[in-house]
Every structure is written in structure tokens, then in C-alpha cells.
């Protein structure tokens, strides 16, 4: 290593070679500042568009400016960047679950400009997604930077997806608890440290550069035993709502990509729908936080049918953003939805039983969100502490509770994944650290290929086999074509026992004759997960290795345990 | 296990030739060639600490009806067994992740001048990031398809260029080629570009397999690049620095290439002797 770049190796001096823990807190600092500074950013960016906009609102032609904008987040994020859409939070996952947290540069900006383009001229979707995914690009950037593994890779872009959502909610445990229970999976000593660390850090950003303000101050509540109990009701109306959310983002991107033409196209499609639909209900263009606000104050004036057609509408509007390909994420939505929720519920108590003396609408807004949330992520905590931390409603936490659990429950008996994490799994991407599928993901065909086989001739007398056999380790005994080496078959030392004690046949009998022909054999492309699940099907402890015909060598169950043993205690050494 | 050669194939006469190319040096060198008919013009490569997005032309999805069969022709012609990448893993619906764990890659040069572009005019940036994290060498095609009928390694005597003459030596030893070695002395004389092989233990695949041993030692670097036979393919190790000092001072690679029409096999700073 030249000394003069040895500065880009810490891992490597003497200080972190025992316990990365420091140097991990120390790069965490660096990396929750920079993704809470491009939250802070894209937050600027985002009210000055919006404001910017805000005046031409009024004119008929109003509608076209969400489609001008996706058109052109769209057409920057795929024909100038290339960076392939997407919603974001799914594409950091993926990454982690798969390549140790790897990402491009290109991701840590490529986001916050497209999902400004979109959500600053109307479009429905939320900022967070794409400074989650920012942040997690600057992590893994920097980390790349500094030829970290990929144990501290995977921390770092925890700690970046942590900051970006402390900066922009100025919600710090939030961040920690989302980075941890969405994007790692992993609840460990050594992940929380460095992320906390980062979420202060990127709290720090956000309050030095906008102020320390809670995003929806509220007066306080005061929540009674039946309020509580009628937050049940709350939360299988939230889980209806994610559902039908989740839903319509899936059906509207499947009926999207029909659609012949550029996606650009469909995402200028897609905007000027939205903008069609706000023109009539305008509370579902841009994120929508300002509509959450004055359902909280208990200040939005529409009446029980407009605040529900309000839930369609926004759930529509987000469909069309999302679904036709305009960039953004789930968050902001879900919050609008949710509060939207909260308070068609609580009018409809309201209206069936009068005479009590229901909490404030406001209280019942913010309970939906934590709904909504938790729904979608299937994240009860970071649904919980998201809207503690946002609202400073410490006071309504057992009922959030209720509401984050029961949701996220009712969800996940009707779909096995969240919104997130639905097409990972359906592909088996999803490879939570420690699990069998990450173990066996680590390990290839090539690793457990056991060479040291005895390959046969079919035309060789049993013999001359038994000449083999005794020399050989092996029970097996793979059948090769004398001269091309192509597999024919295998013998098994079972196959030979009727002639062993029979000297009469040992210049009769060929190999050819008693070889095994019909043997199941595996690709070396082939997944472990697939190989092992053929072996469990057909009982079988050993397969041979065949590839365009020609003998590799053997694989077998006792090398694979062997070796899975070993990777396991890799991933889990620093535990 | 056998080796393998990852190779993109372009159904035009371009991909054509540089398919041929590729089969030729398979054939050659004992290495089964697996194709990838790109679906869409972007894909991945996660490396061991980086991510490498390849953004192919256009050209690269020409006629995909007819892709196959013309390449699965030209590699019968050739006497070699066609095999096809079918990506396994996506990180967005259009953009495939291709793995890498190959033991070999070719990377075409095209007629085309945009420098994003994966194949140049000269070795892009692209290229150049997956020389620099890759573990396998990359092959750089010449133009049009151009047997080679001996092996030039360039060594400077850096670590890259003895991984350089390390898989230069097990060219010529698995094909039969002669080898030849060409050096730009510098400050340095013979001697110590001898003691850096000594130190290696490559003193006896110096003396065993290596013909000559040319140094260049006056006039510069592009002259002398004539006297490389046309027909050698030609290893070299990539030096590895940064943009900055590329955009400075230039790189030996991108020179070598402008020069020279021949075959390529690049070894960067990764690389381990897996062949």
C-alpha cells in the first residue's frame, strides 16, 4: 500500500483494527450530515418550487404543470442519468440484502432532482423515499471511498438512509428505528451505535440550517378509555386503506407499461391526471403537508363525504404519480392518507354516536397516519415513533400503539410483505442478514465442488473397478466416455455389491452394464437454495456437477453444511 | 472447473467480427465463451467494492430476433460450443445485474466516438472502471477479426505488469504461441527489471518461455509501438490512476490502443492470477 494513500484505508490503522466501532461512529458523523444536508436541500427545493408554482394554480392549463414536471423527472431520470426508475427504498434494500450495500453515485442525487421535478409542480408523492435513498448512496459512496467491507458498507448506508429521515421529519429516533427495522432487518450493537450517532447528526443539520420545529404541532390531547378503544376500528380502516393503496400503485404500474409509448409519455399521462384531479380536490397535489397540519389543529372545514372522497382521490392521485412513473415515495402520501382517514372515522363516530365526548379530530388524524404507515412498511415501530417524534403527541402513544400493531397485523395477513419489500420476496431478493437464504446466497457451486472423484470407463471390467475401488475415498464413481470425457452416468457403491462376492463375474461384468444412467445432475449456474431443495425432494446426500455434458465434479450435502457453517460464523463473528 | 469468457453480443458486423475474435481467443486459450444478448442497453456489475453501470449503444439491440442463431453460427464455425447468459438478478426492471465472476471479459471497441458508451474509439471510462475493479482481464478486441499468432507482453515493471507477464506466460503456454516482451526502460537498465521477476520466482518462465526481451531505449513510447507484430496479442497491466492524472498526463492504455490494431488482454490492479 503506498503511504501517501494510506489515509484511504482506516480500517487498516492500528486504532480500528481491533473494533471498527469508532471508525464506524466517526464516518456515520460524516455521512448523517451529508444525507441530512441533501434532505435539507431537496425540503428547500421543494417549498420554493411549490411556492413558485403556487400562482399559476388559477389557470385552466394548470393541470398540464404535474405531467410537465414527471414528464421531465422522467425523462432526466431515464434517458439523461439512466438510472433505471423506481421507487428507491425497494432498490437500497435490494442492495443491501444482495451486494453488501453497493451503490451507484449517480443515486445519491440522481432522486432529489427528479422527485423535485415531480412533487414540486403538484405531482402526489413524498420527498423522504429519495432522500432515503440519497442518503444510503452517500453512504455506500463513502464508504467505497474508504475501501471499507461490506459489514461496514451495509452500516453506513444505514446511517445514511438514518439521517436523511431524521433532517427532513427532525425526527431522530424515527430515523434510527426505520433504517434498522426497514432497511438492515438487523437489531444489532454494532449497527445502532453508528446509526444513532448519524441520526443526530443529521437531526443537527436539519435544525442548525430550518430551526427545531416539530412538523405538526398540536395542542395537547387529552384521550379517554373509549377513544382508546375506538383507535381498533381506526386501525382496520387504516389496513383497509393501505391495502387499497398498495393495490392501486401495483394495478396502475402494470396498466402503465400497456400503455405504448415512451415513459416519459406515461408519466406526462400520469401528471396531467393528477393535475385533473386536483383541480377538483386540490389537498392531493405536492406532499400535502399543510392539509395535515390543519386536520391536526382540527381545522379542516369539509364535511364527512369530501374527506372521504378525499382518501380516493389522493390514493388515486398517487397511483397515477407513482404507477405512470413520476419519482417520489410512499411516506408523504401515506401521512395525508392516513390523517385523511383518521378524520372520516372520527366524524363518522361522530355522527353514530353524538352524545359522547370524542377526543379532538386532530388526535384521530394522527393516529391514522401511524395506521397508514405501519400498514404500508408493515413498521410498527417506525410508525410509531415516526408520529410521536412529528407530532410531540407523547400523550396518545398507547393508542398509537394499538393502532401501528393492529394495522400492521391485518395487513400482513393479506399481503405476506410490504409495499417495499412485496416484489424482493416475490423474486427472493430479500435476503435478511443470518437467515438460511443469505447464507446460502454467499456460497456458489464452484466453492463445494469436491474434484477429487475417481471418473471411470464404461467399458472397464469390474475388475479393473475393483481396482479403483480400492484406492478410491469415494462412493461414487462417475462414467465418462473414453476419449470425449462426457458424463454417462455413475456408479454407486451400492450398485456393485451383488457381483463383489462373486469372482465369476469380475471379467464379465462392464461398468457400462451396472452404471446408474438416469442421475439427476446439477448446473453450476444453478442457485444452492434450488440444488438443496432438489436434494431434499429426491433423498439424495450427493449430486454430480455436469456442465455441456462434461463431469465437474461432485457436490454433496456434508461439504455444503461444512462451508455454511463457516459463512455463518463470518456474518455473525462481530455480533 | 472451466474457465470462462463473458462476452456482449452486437447481432451487427461489428458484433460479428468482435464475436470472432472472441471465439478465436476461447478456442485458443481452452475457455468457453458465454454470451449475454443484452435485453436492454443498461446493466450492472457489483464488484467487490464497486458498481459498474454499463451503458451499451443502441446498435446493441439490433435484429434480437435473429441474435442467437447468428452468434450461435459464427461460434459453431469456429468449432466452439455456444453458452447464454440469462441475467438471474435485477436491480430495477430494465437494469439486469451481470455477475462477475468470469474469468475473462471482452469489451469491444467500436467505431462510435461517444465516450459513455461501453466498445470505443478509445477505451472509455467505463471499460477503464472495470479493468480497475475487476479480478479477470479484459480482452479489447481489434476491429475487425485478426488471428493472432503470438503473444507481446508490454512490462514496466509494476505489479500490474508482472500479473501482466504471470498470465501472458499461461497464454503462450496454453496455446503454443511465442512470446515476446517489450520494455520502455526509463530510469531503470535491464537488470533491475530482472531482479523485480527474480523476486517474483518468474526467472525460469523468463528464461523458458520468453523469445526476446526488446527495450525501447530511445525515442518515445508511440514510436517503438510499430515494431510490435501486427498479429501478436498483446497483455499489458493497467497502471491505475486517477482520472486527474489521465486527463494530465494521458493513460498507456488509451495510447497503446490508439496505436495499435491488436488484440488486447488488460490485467488491472484486481486482478488475481485465476488463470
Redesign the interface.
Known sequence: MKRQRIWRFPAAWSLFRRDDRLLLILIGVIVGVCSGLAAVVLNRSLVAMLEWFHGYRLYWWSFLLPGAGAALSSLFLNNLL?E???HGVP?VI??VS??GG???M?SSFSRLISSCLTIGTGGSAGPEAPVVMSGAAIGSNIA?FF?LNDRQRVTLVGCGAAGAISSIFNAPIAGLVFSIEVILGEWTALNIIPIAIASVAGTEVSRLLQGNRIPFAHREFHIQLPDTLATVGLAVLCAAASLLLTWSLRRMGRISRKVPAPQWVRAAIGGCAVGLIGGYIPVVLGEGYHSIQAMIDGAFQQGLLLVAAAVFAKTLATAFTLGWGGSGGIFAPCLVIGSFVGLTYHRLLEAVWPAMNWVNEGCFALLGMAGLISGMLQAPLTGIFLIVEITGGYEVVLSLIIVSAVSTTLCHYVESASFYMKDLVD?G?LLRPRTDARVLSDL?V?EL?ETDCICVHPNMLLRDFIDVLQQARRNYFPVEEEGSNKFLGIIHLDDIRPYLFNPGMYDVVLVGQIMDTEVETVD?QE?LQEILSRMDAMRLFSMPVV??G?F??MISKATLLDRYRKELMVQTQHL | MELQLFHIFRNTPLGRETLLQSAYFCKSVGVRPMLYIPKSTKFLMYFENDVVQVDLDSSYLTASETARANAEMLLEQQGVAAEFFKPKHYTASTLPDIPTDFDFMCCPRSISDLSSKIGLGYIGPRVRRIVQAARFPVLITSPVYKPWKSVAIFFGGSVNAVNAFKLGVRVSRATGAPLRMYTQPGNRDRSEYERILEGENLMQELKDRVEDWIFFDNGSFEDHLYDVPHDALVVLGAYGHGLIKDIVFGSKMEKIQSVISNNLLIVGPRYTAGY
Open positions: 439512466r433505471g426508475a423506481g432498490e435490494y442492495s444482495r451486494y453497493l451503490m451507484r449517480r467505497k475501501s423474486s431478493h456458489s464452484r465442488l453450476p442457485d456442465s455441456h462434461v465437474l465434479g
